[in-house]
């Protein structure tokens, strides 16, 4: 394993290559990067400018405003990234065209005084010999840090690792994505979004780039939106009225976009709901085959969902009380979690609930105030064809009087208006018989879903019709 250089010697490094030679925009708290390839040694290689357009009517002046009236924003960066990259080239091409010039930007919104506020930022890149053929990363993050002095040095290190790695690592999505974090920590930052483009990063699929972020553990969660591309989660569902549904989707079935249709349903006859914002949850544990990530299912799985016009989140979340957690920092109006009733059981099971409080903590953090769960009933496929619901949901004798405290307080209750004619549906026989070639499988999926099964041979379907050789 090669040693971790210091954020000294990276920068000290790019300092002495003559090929990279750029400019340092940074607004906001991010004023840090530039600083450490300056006190590295032999900036003057590196650097033709530094500039901190830090007064809100000279970064309008400079960059143009925002329509959404923010600075630490994505559209804020892109425009400060374009606009210093065009303008070197504009200005010093034509006399040194061997280099490959660089924009560093940044805009970032460190802790404030009494610690109210979001400490996050922006970071990116764009780099390339000319306005045509560029490259261009770009990078959210949070900040843990307790003061803003920290911050500003995290950041700091951040903006040279993410420099470093742009021009020495660019051809390994893992590298790159690992290098990121050199001398940090997630307690000090949280990468949580990134999106790279250009010829540079012809190879990079920016799913499995974010993808990568969850595996690692550099986040906890990462969104795509309707048109399966990559978005800030916050940007989706900052107070809005969200309902979420886990599942597998492997495939998504009949039985899966019934249980988001009737949510919705429900869900806004209880709360008066005009609009919610409705998305599909997979947690990364769901994702692993025989111990490895299936970056192919993965991929099959967010494409196929966001077909159907669904978002979709990707967690490392076992436990149904951190999913929530994590979704309260939306500030949500209401949030509603839609459960099949058989992995509901899960949450009485002592196994399932690892933390110091046990069940009893769990619970209490999955229903905080403005949660409501649903469930969507399931039938026995054995012998009973009983259907399963929270009327008599068999539960551990011990936690018999909790689902009753839970039951009275109504936060948790079955959907009504659900499809029972499809309740014989479940993901793993659709997979086997697709895997198998059966007959039949595209009667339990959506057609736009079968279509596309059959179009590009996912989840394993041999690629041909008829029955196979035996």
Same mark, same amino acid.
């Given at each position: 394993?090669?040693?971790?250089?210091?954020?000294?010697?990276?920068?000290?490094?790019?300092?002495?290559?003559?090929?990279?030679?750029?400019?340092?925009?940074?607004?906001?708290?991010?004023?840090?990067?530039?600083?450490?390839?300056?006190?590295?040694?032999?900036?003057?290689?590196?650097?033709?400018?530094?500039?901190?357009?830090?007064?809100?009517?000279?970064?309008?002046?400079?960059?143009?405003?925002?329509?959404?009236?923010?600075?630490?924003?994505?559209?804020?960066?892109?425009?400060?990234?374009?606009?210093?990259?065009?303008?070197?080239?504009?200005?010093?091409?034509?006399?040194?065209?061997?280099?490959?010039?660089?924009?560093?930007?940044?805009?970032?919104?460190?802790?404030?005084?009494?610690?109210?506020?979001?400490?996050?930022?922006?970071?990116?890149?764009?780099?390339?010999?000319?306005?045509?053929?560029?490259?261009?990363?770009?990078?959210?993050?949070?900040?843990?840090?307790?003061?803003?002095?920290?911050?500003?040095?995290?950041?700091?290190?951040?903006?040279?690792?993410?420099?470093?790695?742009?021009?020495?690592?660019?051809?390994?999505?893992?590298?790159? !994505?690992?290098? &990121?974090?050199?001398?940090?920590? @997630?307690?000090? %930052?949280?990468?949580?979004?990134?999106?790279? #483009?250009? *010829? +540079?990063?012809?190879?990079?699929?920016?799913?499995?780039?974010?993808?990568?972020?969850?595996?690692?553990?550099?986040?906890?969660?990462?969104?795509?939106?309707?048109?399966?591309?990559?978005?800030?989660?916050?940007?989706?569902?900052?107070?809005?009225?969200?309902?979420?549904?886990?599942?597998?989707?492997?495939?998504?079935?009949?039985?899966?976009?019934?249980?988001?249709?009737?949510?919705?349903?429900?869900?806004?006859?209880?709360?008066?709901?005009?609009?919610?914002?409705?998305?599909?949850?997979?947690?990364?544990?769901?994702?692993?085959?025989?111990?490895?990530?299936?970056?192919?299912?993965?991929?099959?799985? !967010?494409?196929? &969902?966001?077909?159907?016009?669904? @978002?979709?989140? %990707?967690?490392?979340?076992?436990?149904?009380? #951190?999913? *929530? +957690?994590?979704?309260?920092?939306?500030k949500a109006k209401h949030l509603a979690i839609v459960l099949g009733a058989y992995n509901f059981k899960?949450?009485?099971?002592?196994?399932?609930?690892?933390?110091?409080?046990?069940?009893?903590?769990?619970?209490?953090?999955?229903?905080?105030?403005?949660?409501?769960?649903?469930?969507?009933?399931?039938?026995?496929?054995?012998?009973?064809?009983?259907?399963?619901?929270?009327?008599?949901?068999?539960?551990?004798?011990?936690?018999?009087?909790?689902?009753?405290?839970?039951?009275?307080?109504?936060?948790?209750?079955?959907?009504?208006?659900?499809?029972?004619?499809?309740?014989?549906?479940?993901?793993?026989?659709?997979?086997?018989?697709?895997?198998?070639?059966?007959?039949?499988?595209?009667?339990?999926?959506?057609?736009p879903i079968a279509k596309t099964i059959n179009d590009k041979c996912l989840f394993g379907h041999p690629?041909?019709?008829g029955p196979k050789d035996s």
């Amino acid at each position: 394993m090669k040693p971790v250089l210091t954020t000294q010697q990276k920068a000290l490094k790019i300092n002495l290559n003559p090929s990279i030679y750029g400019t340092f925009a940074e607004i906001g708290a991010g004023q840090d990067v530039a600083g450490n390839f300056f006190k590295a040694g032999a900036a003057s290689g590196t650097v033709a400018k530094s500039i901190s357009a830090y007064d809100m009517v000279v970064s309008d002046t400079i960059y143009g405003k925002e329509q959404s009236k923010r600075y630490v924003c994505k559209s804020r960066l892109e425009k400060m990234l374009k606009y210093e990259h065009e303008l070197l080239i504009e200005r010093l091409s034509s006399s040194t065209p061997e280099r490959s010039y660089f924009a560093f930007a940044n805009t970032v919104a460190a802790r404030n005084y009494h610690g109210t506020n979001e400490a996050h930022g922006w970071l990116g890149l764009r780099f390339g010999a000319s306005k045509e053929e560029c490259s261009e990363v770009i990078i959210h993050v949070r900040m843990g840090d307790n003061t803003a002095q920290l911050q500003q040095q995290a950041i700091g290190i951040l903006g040279v690792n993410l420099t470093y790695a742009a021009f020495y690592h660019e051809n390994n999505l893992e590298e790159f !994505v690992s290098m &990121l974090m050199h001398n940090l920590s @997630r307690e000090r %930052i949280e990468i949580d979004m990134i999106s790279t #483009k250009g *010829t +540079n990063f012809k190879e990079y699929d920016n799913r499995l780039l974010n993808l990568e972020l969850v595996k690692t553990d550099l986040t906890d969660a990462i969104m795509f939106d309707c048109d399966g591309q990559i978005t800030l989660a916050s940007d989706e569902l900052y107070k809005k009225e969200i309902l979420v549904a886990r599942g597998s989707y492997r495939p998504p079935t009949k039985v899966n976009l019934d249980i988001l249709k009737t949510g919705v349903e429900n869900f806004k006859k209880d709360t008066g709901a005009s609009e919610v914002v409705p998305f599909c949850e997979i947690t990364i544990h769901n994702l692993r085959s025989q111990g490895e990530l299936a970056k192919e299912d993965f991929l099959a799985r !967010v494409d196929l &969902l966001t077909s159907i016009n669904y @978002r979709v989140l %990707i967690t490392n979340f076992p436990q149904y009380f #951190k999913l *929530t +957690n994590y979704l309260s920092r939306f500030k949500a109006k209401h949030l509603a979690i839609v459960l099949g009733a058989y992995n509901f059981k899960q949450i009485f099971d002592d196994d399932y609930n690892q933390v110091p409080g046990g069940m009893l903590e769990a619970l209490g953090r999955l229903f905080m105030e403005n949660v409501q769960v649903y469930l969507y009933p399931y039938r026995e496929e054995l012998s009973t064809d009983e259907l399963i619901s929270l009327k008599n949901m068999p539960v551990p004798e011990k936690a018999k009087h909790l689902v009753e405290y839970i039951k009275a307080q109504g936060q948790v209750k079955d959907l009504e208006g659900y499809d029972d004619s499809i309740l014989h549906i479940y993901s793993r026989k659709v997979l086997k018989m697709i895997v198998n070639n059966e007959q039949g499988w595209e009667d339990f999926v959506p057609a736009p879903i079968a279509k596309t099964i059959n179009d590009k041979c996912l989840f394993g379907h041999p690629c041909f019709y008829g029955p196979k050789d035996s």
